[in-house]
């Protein structure tokens, strides 16, 4: 398989130790690594979490020709970055090539592992008093031995190794089971210790979708912690890919990304964030070739509450989405692991691809996938548009996994979509927004194609309409306690719906819901924005437009006087209405420090 890359940008290549998605690798550009990872079920060994090189017994291929030292395409200058090395500092502003993003993703992981820098370690004995401080006792059941038997190890990974077992008795009696032995001598930071107890309490609380590794057991001894979980035997999504040559046909794309949306649709609506979602951590139950998958490894995932962001840096290197890169994000982030899938069933490269996990990151941040080589010309307009709208750089003009599923590449009639937690949030709101704001996203609902109408439509038959044909907030409560496992209530999920008291005293009929219901910024991820939003004006213009004041714009969008000048440019001269820009700037907002930076 040939690599796609996106577009020519410099990086700035280390050899370091780098620590991503559980497992730690030395890379050097000359020397490739494998790693076997733990599963909830069989594992093969395979690359992953290490950079590409040219070498015939590496799946990703190097996209540079053998016996060129150079990591740049042919054309490419060296990086400014690369030459002020030996560039005394006073010719330059930033005397030292910019700081690569890896270094502080290596420095929460080695803190996560328990890593010490060289030379910096705690002496034996201190290290030592350090240990017996840590409580390594999870309250597990501890007859593990006399509850089941183990078999032959299946995979091994950087906290211990998963083998097959039968059960002895009980439910499980005579029956195939994968275990994950984790051990507690690895445990050496309490952050691993919680990371483990998290990992079986997600495990516990999920449950209820055919994608989803099904969980037995947990037990402990003295050395160890174990995880009973369903045993697959069909091997990893990334061997079945390996195996045809990279690539996956459009219709059997579907049917992986179908599964893969559907399962991680469960988790989002649960408040459970994956944050490892990559073709190792799926696994097929048997070796038929249409077994169905399973979502494993939450060793990686967190509860997240419904308007929670998260900072800490996990995941593996080439299917990290940018706003985990700089620290802030949520549910979206999974989306764009299944963008970088999705992209490589249909073409056989990773959309973002460097020599070392420091270019990945680059990549990742500044680049953009290629849609020009072979075979995407070939490629349907569709699934194109679908893989766009994952891997857009901005997570809020991103897809919902529920919404995916409605995407016009995949959209089914006879396959059911679940409730999509995002519809609370923006009805949430909408009924904290002002008069006006309101008026303007009703004309912009006025103006939806009727793509985006098929999801919303869903949306609302799933809350199930009184006989009067409008939703009220009960209608939202029943929905999402009819879904609901412990994890949701772990997450705080339904604490959203105290947000939402305003529709205790209101009923919304389809056409409010869809003002309530829509995202600008979704929206403007469309490649016909444009004219979804002139349409809009114009009703705008008809219905609600009205002589406005830069102070009251201003107050409208909780903006101060610094902005002021920036607002006047979206109020028409001629009548003081807002103009199209002025309306279209005004659906989504700007943010004090945004307009100051749009001001100097």
């Given at each position: 398989m040939g690599q796609c890359y996106g577009k020519n940008i410099s990086v700035v290549e280390d050899d370091t130790i780098v620590v991503v998605g559980g497992d730690t690798s030395v890379n050097h550009p000359q020397a490739p690594s494998t790693s076997t990872e733990v599963n909830g079920g069989v594992n093969v060994p395979s690359v992953k979490n290490t950079p590409a090189h040219s070498s015939s017994n590496s799946p990703w291929r190097s996209p540079y020709p053998h016996g060129i030292g150079s990591p740049l395409p042919a054309g490419v200058s060296p990086s400014p970055a690369r030459s002020s090395r030996s560039t005394p500092r006073r010719f330059f502003r930033r005397p030292f090539p910019p700081p690569s993003p890896a270094k502080h993703i290596k420095a929460s992981l080695a803190k996560r592992?328990?890593?010490?820098?060289?030379?910096?370690?705690?002496?034996?004995?201190?290290?030592?008093?350090?240990?017996?401080?840590?409580?390594?006792?999870?309250?597990?059941?501890?007859?593990?031995?006399?509850?089941?038997?183990?078999?032959?190890?299946?995979?091994?990974?950087?906290?211990?190794?998963?083998?097959?077992?039968?059960?002895?008795?009980?439910?499980?009696?005579?029956?195939?089971?994968?275990?994950?032995?984790?051990?507690?001598?690895?445990?050496?930071?309490?952050?691993?210790?919680?990371?483990?107890?998290?990992?079986?309490?997600?495990?516990?609380?999920?449950?209820?979708?055919?994608?989803?590794?099904?969980?037995?057991?947990?037990?402990?001894?003295?050395?160890?912690?174990?995880?009973?979980?369903?045993?697959?035997?069909?091997?990893?999504?990334?061997?079945?890919?390996?195996?045809?040559?990279?690539?996956?046909?459009?219709?059997?794309?579907?049917?992986?990304?179908?599964q893969i949306l559907s399962v991680v649709a469960f988790c989002h609506l649960q408040g459970v964030v994956h944050r490892d979602l990559k073709p190792e951590n799926f696994l097929f139950t048997t070796r038929d070739e249409d077994a169905p998958m399973k979502l494993i490894d939450f060793g990686l995932s967190d509860f997240i509450r419904p308007d929670e962001r998260l900072n800490d840096i996990v995941g593996s290197a080439y299917y990290v989405a940018p706003e985990v890169?700089?620290?802030?994000?949520?549910?979206?982030?999974?989306?764009?692991?299944?963008?970088?899938?999705?992209?490589?069933?249909?073409?056989?490269?990773?959309?973002?691809?460097?020599?070392?996990?420091s270019g990945i990151f680059r990549a990742v941040l500044r680049a953009d996938p290629n849609f020009d080589d072979s075979p995407w010309p070939a490629v349907s307009a569709e699934a194109k548009d679908f893989v766009k709208r994952l891997l857009n750089k901005d997570h809020r003009k991103r897809m919902t996994a529920a919404q995916a599923l409605t995407h016009p590449w995949l959209r089914d009639d006879n396959r059911p979509v679940p409730l999509d937690i995002l519809i609370y949030k923006l009805v949430k709101s909408f009924f904290r927004a002002t008069p006006l704001k309101r008026a303007a996203l009703k004309c912009l609902s006025k103006a939806l194609t009727e793509d985006e109408l098929v999801y919303l439509r869903i949306q609302f038959r799933l809350l199930e309409p009184n006989k009067d044909g409008r939703v009220s907030l009960d209608n939202f409560r029943t929905a999402l306690m009819r879904n609901a496992t412990d994890a949701m209530k772990e997450s705080r999920v339904p604490d959203i719906l105290i947000a939402m008291e305003p529709l205790s005293y209101k009923k919304l009929d389809f056409e409010e819901f869809c003002a309530a219901a829509i995202?600008?910024?979704?929206?403007?991820?469309?490649?016909?924005?444009?004219?979804?939003?002139?349409?809009?004006?114009e009703y705008f213009e008809q219905e609600a437009n009205r002589v406005i004041s830069v102070e009251e714009l201003a107050r409208e969008m909780n903006l101060g006087p610094t902005a002021h000048s920036i607002l006047s440019d979206w109020i028409r001269k001629s009548d003081g209405k807002l103009s199209f820009l002025g309306y279209t700037k005004f659906l989504h907002g700007v943010t004090i420090r945004s307009s100051n930076t749009r001001h100097q």
């Amino acid at each position: 398989m040939g690599q796609c890359y996106g577009k020519n940008i410099s990086v700035v290549e280390d050899d370091t130790i780098v620590v991503v998605g559980g497992d730690t690798s030395v890379n050097h550009p000359q020397a490739p690594s494998t790693s076997t990872e733990v599963n909830g079920g069989v594992n093969v060994p395979s690359v992953k979490n290490t950079p590409a090189h040219s070498s015939s017994n590496s799946p990703w291929r190097s996209p540079y020709p053998h016996g060129i030292g150079s990591p740049l395409p042919a054309g490419v200058s060296p990086s400014p970055a690369r030459s002020s090395r030996s560039t005394p500092r006073r010719f330059f502003r930033r005397p030292f090539p910019p700081p690569s993003p890896a270094k502080h993703i290596k420095a929460s992981l080695a803190k996560r592992q328990g890593q010490a820098k060289p030379k910096e370690g705690p002496i034996p004995e201190e290290g030592a008093e350090v240990e017996r401080q840590l409580d390594k006792s999870f309250g597990y059941a501890k007859n593990f031995g006399a509850k089941y038997e183990l078999g032959k190890e299946v995979g091994r990974g950087h906290f211990g190794h998963t083998c097959s077992a039968k059960g002895k008795k009980g439910e499980l009696k005579g029956q195939q089971v994968a275990v994950k032995i984790i051990s507690k001598a690895k445990m050496t930071t309490p952050i691993s210790i919680e990371d483990v107890r998290r990992e079986v309490k997600i495990l516990k609380a999920l449950s209820g979708h055919k994608n989803l590794i099904r969980f037995h057991d947990a037990c402990e001894d003295a050395n160890n912690v174990y995880v009973i979980m369903e045993l697959c035997e069909g091997g990893e999504l990334l061997d079945r890919i390996l195996s045809r040559g990279g690539r996956y046909t459009e219709e059997d794309a579907k049917v992986i990304i179908v599964q893969i949306l559907s399962v991680v649709a469960f988790c989002h609506l649960q408040g459970v964030v994956h944050r490892d979602l990559k073709p190792e951590n799926f696994l097929f139950t048997t070796r038929d070739e249409d077994a169905p998958m399973k979502l494993i490894d939450f060793g990686l995932s967190d509860f997240i509450r419904p308007d929670e962001r998260l900072n800490d840096i996990v995941g593996s290197a080439y299917y990290v989405a940018p706003e985990v890169l700089h620290r802030s994000y949520s549910l979206e982030g999974d989306i764009w692991s299944i963008g970088v899938i999705t992209y490589i069933l249909l073409c056989g490269s990773r959309p973002f691809w460097a020599r070392t996990e420091s270019g990945i990151f680059r990549a990742v941040l500044r680049a953009d996938p290629n849609f020009d080589d072979s075979p995407w010309p070939a490629v349907s307009a569709e699934a194109k548009d679908f893989v766009k709208r994952l891997l857009n750089k901005d997570h809020r003009k991103r897809m919902t996994a529920a919404q995916a599923l409605t995407h016009p590449w995949l959209r089914d009639d006879n396959r059911p979509v679940p409730l999509d937690i995002l519809i609370y949030k923006l009805v949430k709101s909408f009924f904290r927004a002002t008069p006006l704001k309101r008026a303007a996203l009703k004309c912009l609902s006025k103006a939806l194609t009727e793509d985006e109408l098929v999801y919303l439509r869903i949306q609302f038959r799933l809350l199930e309409p009184n006989k009067d044909g409008r939703v009220s907030l009960d209608n939202f409560r029943t929905a999402l306690m009819r879904n609901a496992t412990d994890a949701m209530k772990e997450s705080r999920v339904p604490d959203i719906l105290i947000a939402m008291e305003p529709l205790s005293y209101k009923k919304l009929d389809f056409e409010e819901f869809c003002a309530a219901a829509i995202s600008t910024y979704q929206l403007e991820a469309l490649e016909g924005w444009e004219q979804v939003a002139s349409t809009a004006f114009e009703y705008f213009e008809q219905e609600a437009n009205r002589v406005i004041s830069v102070e009251e714009l201003a107050r409208e969008m909780n903006l101060g006087p610094t902005a002021h000048s920036i607002l006047s440019d979206w109020i028409r001269k001629s009548d003081g209405k807002l103009s199209f820009l002025g309306y279209t700037k005004f659906l989504h907002g700007v943010t004090i420090r945004s307009s100051n930076t749009r001001h100097q």
